[in-house]
């Protein structure tokens, strides 16, 4: 790729190269939407730059001569889910460097292992912990569930019918629910 | 919690708990983005969907990559037939009602045995490897604000062997300029790819490094003021 001069905005879905302003507009609302509902509250504050430097990416991609493909919206997307991916997991590989200084790594095994200590009225921890000691098909369902995913999106993505699905899930809901009774957690 | 129902509110309370997480990370690597947004469209092995998730219940960025991907697959404009279904607790209410009353104390019986007997250990017990903290690249000091006839942007240097492709762009997001294997953390971008920009504007600018070993890092958005 040689060096590039500037560009004028072709406008919308015109011409290879560029994303147009309108585009970059619709695809900035679709990111700040999911972003907003899916980003981790402590990274708040990151939202916007998130979302940049997922629209950066798709600059790059139109810049780089990636053609006909690009215009789709879903393709577009899609590269920028990698980049926030990413970009989500570095800021988090450092804020959780931190606090693993004081707790150790965390993993399955982990949680378990911390169960058997006494139990601390920690209520997201202590429902992790009950996730963890469901039976695996009932923990990948519950947790779509609790991520917000419907029972059609779940069953899509655990290739199960969703009559299969929600009879996982109400199973779990009530293991984790004794789960947490039994350490006197109360959600 | 405890009459036995699953309400609207208990389940509230669980995704609130849920979403809560603080910070934290698995001693796994973490899945291909690519593989999480594959297995949210269903096209994924279900053993491996497993594994992806059981990765994300200590992973919270694995978490919410769910999460974003299921997000951004109900967009309307990316997915026209949007998924306006109920939550399965909704339907389940009346389910649980109707058993309950019901007396149905074989399935009741039959969940508390599962409960003991399905109990597994853990399922994936990971190897204690982590990713370098070193991974990430970032703006040296000095490039907050810079002067259009020395557009001098430098970043952190990989390792020797590295090749950086750099791009830049408007706020607005239309590319400036971009510079592919380059050799050396730093470049200097000529005056004439900025002539639009008006003095003060920030543009937007990242790297992509490609390491020996063919891994690539991808930095976030830096930001510059053309001066």
Redesign the interface.
């Known amino acids: 790729?040689a060096?590039?001069?500037?560009?004028p905005?072709p406008g919308p879905h015109r011409g290879p190269?560029?994303?147009s302003?309108a585009r970059?507009e619709?695809l900035r609302r679709?990111?700040r939407?999911?972003?907003a509902?899916?980003?981790?509250?402590?990274l708040d504050s990151e939202r916007e730059?998130l979302v940049?430097?997922a629209?950066?990416?798709?600059?790059?991609r139109?810049?780089?001569g990636e053609d006909i493909q690009i215009r789709s919206?879903?393709y577009l997307?899609?590269v920028?889910?990698?980049?926030?991916?990413?970009?989500?997991?570095?800021?988090?590989?450092?804020?959780?460097?931190g606090?693993?200084e004081i707790e150790g790594?965390?993993?399955?095994?982990?949680?378990?292992e911390v169960d058997s200590a006494p139990v601390r009225p920690e209520?997201?921890?202590?429902?992790?912990q009950c996730?963890?000691?469901?039976?695996?098909?009932r923990?990948?369902a519950v947790?779509?569930?609790?991520?917000?995913?419907?029972?059609?999106?779940?069953a899509?993505?655990?290739?199960?019918d969703?009559k299969a699905?929600?009879n996982l899930?109400?199973?779990g809901?009530?293991?984790?629910?004794?789960c947490l009774?039994d350490k006197g957690v109360?959600? | 919690?405890?009459d036995g129902r699953?309400t609207p509110e208990?389940?509230r309370?669980?995704?609130?708990?849920?979403?809560?997480?603080?910070?934290?990370?698995?001693?796994?690597p973490?899945g291909d983005?690519?593989e999480?947004?594959q297995?949210?469209?269903?096209g994924l092995q279900?053993a491996r969907?497993?594994d992806l998730?059981?990765h994300?219940?200590?992973?919270?960025?694995?978490?919410?990559?769910?999460?974003?991907?299921?997000?951004?697959?109900r967009?309307p404009?990316?997915?026209p037939a949007a998924?306006t279904?109920?939550?399965?607790?909704s339907?389940?209410r009346s389910?649980?009602t109707r058993r309950w009353a019901g007396g149905a104390l074989g399935v009741v019986a039959a969940?508390a045995v599962?409960?003991l007997a399905?109990?597994?250990?853990?399922?994936?017990?990971?190897p204690?490897f982590?990713?370098p903290?070193s991974?990430?690249i970032v703006a040296l000091p000095g490039t907050d604000h810079l002067p259009r006839e020395r557009f001098l942007l430098r970043w952190s240097a990989g390792p020797p062997g590295t090749r950086y492709?750099l791009?830049v762009?408007t706020p607005?997001?239309?590319?400036?300029?971009?510079?592919?294997r380059l050799e050396v953390p730093e470049h200097l971008v000529?005056s004439?790819?900025l002539?639009?920009v008006p003095p003060g504007q920030e543009i937007?600018w990242?790297v992509?490094a490609r390491l020996p070993d063919d891994r690539r890092l991808?930095s976030?958005?830096f930001r510059t003021r053309v001066e």
Request: aromatic letters at 4%; hydrophobic letters at 40%.
């Open positions: 790729m060096d590039s001069k500037p560009r905005d190269g560029t994303v302003e970059a619709e679709i990111l939407a999911a972003v509902r899916a980003c981790p509250r402590d730059d940049q430097s629209l950066l990416r798709i600059v790059e139109t810049g780089s919206t879903s997307v899609k920028a889910f990698s980049t926030i991916v990413d970009v989500m997991r570095r800021l988090h590989r450092r804020r959780a460097a606090v693993e790594s965390r993993s399955v095994r982990a949680l378990e209520i997201p921890r202590a429902v992790r996730l963890a000691r469901l039976t695996r098909s923990r990948s947790m779509l569930y609790l991520q917000g995913f419907t029972a059609r999106e779940a899509r993505a655990l290739q199960l969703q699905v929600k899930v109400f199973r809901i009530h293991d984790l629910r004794s009774t109360t959600p | 919690m405890s699953i208990l389940v309370r669980l995704r609130e708990a849920y979403a809560s997480a603080p910070a934290g990370t698995a001693s796994g973490c983005p690519e999480i947004w297995a949210v469209q269903g279900p969907m497993a998730l059981d994300a219940l200590a992973c919270t960025a694995c978490d919410r990559a769910f999460v974003l991907a299921r997000e951004l697959s967009d404009a990316i997915a998924d279904e109920r939550p399965p607790v339907i389940r389910l649980v969940a599962a409960v399905l109990r597994r250990p853990p399922p994936v017990e990971e204690p982590r990713e903290p991974d990430s492709s791009w762009a607005e997001l239309r590319e400036l300029y971009s510079k592919p000529p004439s790819a002539e639009g937007l990242r992509e991808s976030p958005a």
